[in-house]
C-alpha cells in the first residue's frame, strides 16, 4: 500500500478517537474525497444534532496547499448549522492543528 495513503488514513483515524472522546458519532469516507469524516453530536431530545464536516491532513501543509483546501470546503454544499473543519495532523504532533472554514465568523 501507498505510505502516504496509510499515513493519512491514521491520522483519520488518530481525528475519529479526538471525536469518540467527547462524545461524538461518526462516518468515515474512505477514498479521496473532500470530507474525511462526518461527526455528529445530539445532546438530549429537544436540542439539535451538531454536525462538524472536517478534512483531515498529514504531514507538511504549505500555505498555498492549505489555502487550496480550505477553498475547495467552502466551494463545497454544507447544511447551514454545520461545522466545516480543515484538520491538520503534523509529522510528529500529538494533536491537530484545526482550521474552521465554515461558517466563516
Known sequence: ?????????????????FLKKEGYNYVRGAGSH???????L????????VYRFIEVKYGVLSPGAKRLA???????RFPASASVELWHFEKYGKYPNITRVLPIE
Open 1 to 17: 500500500m501507498n505510505k502516504n495513503y496509510i499515513r493519512g488514513r491514521n491520522a483519520e483515524y488518530r481525528g475519529i478517537e
Open 34 to 40: 473532500n470530507i474525511d469524516i462526518v461527526a455528529w
Open 42 to 49: 445530539v445532546n438530549g431530545k429537544t436540542e439539535k444534532p
Open 70 to 76: 480550505m477553498q475547495k470546503l467552502r466551494d463545497a
